[in-house]
Every structure is written in structure tokens, then in C-alpha cells.
């Protein structure tokens, strides 16, 4: 089963940019949808960005002018290129791996990104 490992979470400033990283092991993570979600304090968990297996790539709105998502299959890795950081963007980032239309079905624990002045 695959195992998902974030990184790259932080404190910076608004304005700033951060590129989160997702670690994949146990599986090879081709042919599977890749994304991330983002939960922050006192709300519910929202998608921000998936990418499929062939590359086709969906933001929520918030993030469509502001965030790349991109995969490396040899590297078993996925990223999420993050501009224009705001406070609003504070939240803790999961990546996550679905198999299946409409469905996740791995988790990382998350990594948080605190962006304030």
C-alpha cells in the first residue's frame, strides 16, 4: 500500500512562495491521481490541487493563478509550487493519492505552511 510523506511546509510572509513535496513509497505512484488538500483551523479539509495520472491538472479557484502542481513518476514524488502566499492559505497541507474517480484513498500526516507577517 502507499505510504505519502510531505515536506517543505513553513513560516513565511505574504507575497512569498513555497514548494511543498510529497514522498511516495510502497507503491509506485503512476497510473494514480495524484493531489493535495488543506485543512485549516476550525474549518473542514478542501481540496487545493490534483494532478491525473497523464497530467492533466485541477485547481480550486483560490489557487488557479497562484500554485502548479506538477509529478515526477521516476523520482515517485509529486510537488505543489505555491505563490502569492496569503494569510487565508495558513493551513496544514496533505498530500494525497486516489485510484478511483472522486476518491482518496492515501494520506500523508500533513505539513504545515503558516503564512503571516
Known amino acids: 500500500q502507499m505510504q505519502l510523506v510531505e515536506s517543505g511546509g513553513g513560516a513565511v510572509h505574504p507575497g512569498e512562495s513555497l514548494t511543498l513535496s510529497c514522498a511516495a513509497s510502497?507503491?509506485?505512484?503512476?497510473?494514480?491521481?495524484m493531489g493535495w488538500l488543506r485543512q485549516a483551523t476550525g474549518k473542514h479539509r478542501e481540496f487545493v490541487a490534483q494532478i491525473t495520472y497523464d497530467g492533466i491538472t485541477t485547481y480550486a479557484d483560490s489557487m488557479k493563478a497562484r500554485c502548479t502542481i506538477s509529478r515526477d513518476d521516476a523520482k515517485n514524488t509529486v510537488y505543489l509550487q505555491m505563490n502569492s502566499l496569503r494569510p487565508e492559505d495558513t493551513a496544514v497541507y496533505y498530500c494525497?493519492?486516489?485510484?478511483?474517480?472522486?476518491?482518496?484513498?492515501?494520506w500523508g500526516q500533513g505539513t504545515q505552511v503558516t503564512v503571516s507577517s
Open positions: 494525497a493519492g486516489g485510484r478511483y474517480i472522486g476518491n482518496w484513498n492515501y
Open positions: 510502497g507503491s509506485s505512484i503512476g497510473g494514480v491521481r
